[in-house]
Every structure is written in structure tokens, then in C-alpha cells.
């Protein structure tokens, strides 16, 4: 049984890492063609992605969880500051109403998940739980400035996910942990984009913004059992794009609804083999035990989100699907994020990833 989670855990993010460099290209296709006149321009520049994304993940799976802990508070503070240049203007990107990219140069990159990961490593460090959910808030506060709603929700639930496993979680915890997730939720609901969308999503109305929740809704009523198939249909390639990151209904519309549920599956598959047996031996004060928890909170629940948000019902700003989705950025660190739980995969009793 070890073996096959060990297994699971290693070959899932990297398979699913190959099937979406295949599906970011056909999904592409018509785009690449109309910007480059090359049907695969998008399709190779996501598959160099997907190499550095494969150096990251083998790199973390063979590291030491003490060089991590080492180095958290370093990278931790370089991925705040990366966000805080996305509020300066004229260094960063905007589309759909946020600004999530940064700019340097001719390298453009989305810190957002390079927060979330270091900021998996850090909140365990921090010896009061009153300061990890001050980390926390301060946190939401600057994704919410971009805004980057869709990321605070999966922010959450690591750093809920760090305080349960910090031990002695009270209701005072669980009521500020509570109330600073309805708090930032607040905000999410006030801001013009996310009403816009809400109201998107209840009324979707052509040239009115609602194109895309239609869109949406037409790929799941037209994807059938066994899908469409892959044609060169403009219209159906649309609604993947570098700004609005729909790759499952675009694998539903193409393969079926039957592709659609083992993707879920291999999602489920992937946190069974990676959650650990033993979770009360390390329940209080385990640093390798409450980032292993971490990780699974922010790509468990970013893949959840994503799912829900390709099915045209729910309004949250578009969230990647994680190691499959469009983007560099986002594709190297969660690749990394699966590789760092992996190496913890077996390793219960004191050796964690490649340690001993």
C-alpha cells in the first residue's frame, strides 16, 4: 500500500502535467495561429513551462525539509514584496479588472503562488496562533488590493488547515479564523468585478460581459458522455485563453463527462496517496506534518475551486487548475508544492523528503 501511494503521489502531478501541456495547446490552437501563424506557439511555450515546472518538482522532492525551513522566512519575504510591485503602476499586467501579473523585463510572472507556497512554510514557524492568522490577514489584504480574490479562499484554508494541526485550536482561534475569512469574503462580494460577475453568472447576457458563463454553459450542454471531439471550431477554442483559464470545460466539451470525472478522480487520488496515515502521532508541533497539511488545503481546495468555477455557476474569478492550467508561474509552483508533499510521502517517523 506504501508503495502504490508512493507511486501515486510521484506520477499523478507529472502525468496530469503532461495532459494539460497537451490541452493548453489544442485549446490555443486558433489564438496561437491568429497572433503568431503558428497552431502551437501557446502549446510550446507552456511545454518549456512544463520542463521548469519538472526540474522544481524533482528538485523538492529530493530536498531536505530542513534547507525549507531553512529558507522559508527568505522566500517568504521575496514573494511579498513581488506582490506589493503588482500594486505599483506601470510594472504590472491587468486583465479582467486585476492585476496579477508583474513585469521585469521581458519576464512576466504571477507571484500570488509563490505567496501561497512560501507562505505554507512560514505559518508553521510562528510560535503564537494569533500571528499566523495577523499573517494571514495581512496577506488577504494585499491579494485583495489587486484584487485577487479567487487566491484568499485557498489562502484560507492552509492556513486554517496550519492552525488545526498547531494543536489546542480553540473557539476563540476558530472564531477569528472564521470571522477573517467572512471579512475578506466581504470584500470579495463589494468589489465592482465580483459583483459584475456574480450578476454574470445569474443573468449572463451577450456584449454585457456574460459571454464567458455562456460560453461555459453551452460546453457542458453540448459535451455529452463521450465529448465533441477536437475540431477547429473558433469558437470553441475561445474560452482558453492567457486571461480566463476554463481547461476543464474545455476537457469536458472535447473528451466528455466521463473524462471530466476521472480528472476529479485523479485529483482525489493524488490527496489520498499524500494525506498522512498517522496524522495524531504528529499532532502537535510537527513543522514536516503541518506543511504537508498545507499544501493539501491550497491545491486541494484551488483544484475544487477551479472545477466549480468551469461549471458556469459559481462567480469567483478564475483560478488555475493545479499543474495543468496556462501560465508559468503557477504551473512551477505547484509543481514544486507537489513535489516537497511527495518527498514526505512514507518518510512518518522523523525523515522527511530525501532527509537521512
Known amino acids: 500500500m506504501l508503495d502504490l501511494r508512493r507511486t501515486l503521489a510521484l506520477l499523478l502531478p507529472l502525468s496530469l502535467m503532461a495532459i494539460g501541456v497537451m490541452l493548453v495547446d489544442r485549446a490555443t490552437a486558433v489564438r496561437s495561429w491568429q497572433d503568431y501563424g503558428n497552431y502551437h506557439a501557446y502549446g510550446l511555450r507552456q511545454a518549456q513551462f512544463a520542463l521548469l515546472a519538472l526540474l522544481a518538482f524533482f528538485l523538492a522532492w529530493r530536498t531536505t525539509v530542513p534547507f ?32 496579477r501579473w508583474l513585469k521585469l523585463g521581458d519576464l512576466v510572472i504571477a507571484p500570488a503562488g509563490l505567496m501561497l507556497l512560501t507562505t505554507c512554510l512560514v505559518l508553521p514557524l510562528l510560535p503564537r496562533r494569533r500571528w499566523m492568522l495577523a499573517l494571514l490577514m495581512g496577506e488577504s489584504l494585499l491579494l485583495a488590493a489587486q484584487p485577487d480574490f479567487s487566491q484568499i479562499p485557498v489562502l484560507w484554508a492552509a492556513g486554517l488547515t496550519v492552525l488545526v494541526l498547531k494543536g489546542n485550536f480553540g473557539l ?23 459583483q459584475g460577475r456574480i450578476y454574470n453568472v445569474l443573468w449572463p447576457i451577450p456584449g454585457q460581459g456574460g459571454e464567458d458563463y455562456l460560453g461555459l454553459r453551452r460546453m457542458w450542454a453540448e459535451a455529452g458522455w463521450w465529448g465533441q471531439g477536437f475540431t477547429w471550431r473558433q469558437e470553441s477554442y475561445y474560452i482558453s485563453s492567457p486571461e480566463d483559464d476554463y481547461l476543464f470545460a474545455f476537457l469536458a466539451h472535447k473528451l466528455g463527462w466521463v473524462a471530466a470525472v476521472l480528472l476529479v478522480i485523479a485529483y482525489l487520488a493524488w ?3 499524500v494525506w498522512p496515515r498517522r496524522w495524531e502521532k504528529y499532532w502537535q508541533g510537527d513543522y514536516p506534518l503541518m506543511v504537508r497539511g498545507a499544501l493539501l488545503a491550497w491545491l486541494g481546495s484551488a483544484a475544487a475551486l477551479h472545477f466549480l468555477t468551469n ?38 517517523e522523523g525523515e522527511y523528503a530525501g532527509a537521512g
Open 68 to 99: 525549507w525551513q531553512n529558507w522559508a522566512w527568505s522566500m517568504w519575504a521575496i514573494a511579498v514584496v513581488l506582490n506589493g510591485f503588482l500594486l505599483v503602476p506601470g510594472w504590472s499586467i491587468a486583465a479582467g479588472g486585476a492585476v
Open 271 to 273: 490527496v489520498w496517496a
Open 172 to 194: 476563540r482561534e476558530g472564531l477569528a479564523g472564521a470571522l477573517g475569512l467572512l471579512l475578506f469574503s466581504g470584500l470579495a462580494w463589494l468589489h465592482p468585478y465580483v
Open 311 to 348: 461549471s458556469g455557476w459559481f462567480p469567483i474569478t478564475t483560478i488555475n487548475l493545479p499543474w495543468m492550467s496556462w501560465g508559468g508561474t503557477g504551473l512551477i509552483t505547484t509543481a514544486w508544492a507537489a513535489g516537497l508533499a511527495a518527498g514526505m510521502v512514507g518518510k512518518e
